[in-house]
């Protein structure tokens, strides 16, 4: 079974600087899709950015950008420019192509936003 | 266009009450989804729904039933309340079952089973 791994329980940037969230999932297929979620204090999960496996360009989105790294099973998740409104849990996810339909969740990082 | 909305927002229950969570979409989306969120815990699949007419188990299915009333509603049961099925539920639609489709997730219900 595929596994979802954060090892940020928790992090903090100050306003306007960049931060990095770590990502790293355990699979033995080629074809996957991998999510980042949002959820702010209104627990709605607000999809971030997506990745497909088969594409080796790293998907970017506004000021969040990711770090795909197939072969050592990494993606993390750069936000640039920090705005307040970044504060939230961050969800990494898979999900397998072939099988579905289910995404795999991390535990996640609490993002902290400082002033 | 409302998303995907859910209904109850709160709700406490007693061991072995029983109760129904409802929700709905409007996206015309085939699939849809029921997850559950403990503290310090991604979100788990209970149960899913690729169609209209089908459902099947998720990660977590023990003590849950479901039913997809049609395109729109799909239901999330619980027969006898237990503690451990305190939670925050998640329900969520999809285009397809499959893929890079999104899903899109309701506001969730918070559950306490005293």
């Known amino acids: 079974a595929q596994t979802v791994t954060q090892s940020q329980p928790e992090m903090s940037v100050q306003e306007a600087e960049t931060v990095t969230l770590s990502c790293t999932y355990d699979t033995s297929e080629s074809d996957y899709y991998l999510f980042w979620y949002k959820q702010p204090p209104s627990r709605q999960m607000i999809l971030v950015i997506r990745q497909e496996a088969y594409k080796q360009q790293n998907a970017t989105e506004n000021r969040f950008s990711v770090n795909f790294q197939k072969a050592a099973k990494s993606f993390s998740l750069k936000i640039s420019d920090s705005q307040l409104g970044d504060a939230a849990m961050y969800f990494c996810a898979y999900r397998s192509a072939p099988k579905g339909p289910e995404l795999v969740f991390g535990k996640g990082t609490k993002l902290t936003v400082n002033p | 266009n409302a998303g995907v909305t859910q209904t109850p927002k709160f709700q406490v229950l007693k061991t072995g009450q029983s109760m129904t969570l409802q929700c709905a979409q409007d996206?015309?989306?085939?699939?849809m989804y029921w997850y559950r969120q403990d503290p310090g815990m991604g979100l788990r699949l209970i149960y899913y729904?690729?169609?209209?007419?089908?459902?099947d188990k998720g990660e977590v299915p023990n003590g849950y039933n479901v039913s997809r009333l049609n395109k729109r509603e799909f239901s999330l049961r619980l027969e006898s309340a237990a503690p451990s099925q305190t939670s925050v539920y998640f329900c969520?639609?999809?285009?397809?079952?499959?893929?890079?489709?999104?899903?899109?997730f309701g506001p969730g219900t918070r559950l306490t089973v005293t």
């Open positions: 729904s690729a169609s209209e007419g089908t459902t």
């Open positions: 969520a639609s999809s285009e397809f079952p499959r893929g890079g489709y999104e899903q899109y």
């Open positions: 996206m015309n989306h085939n699939s």
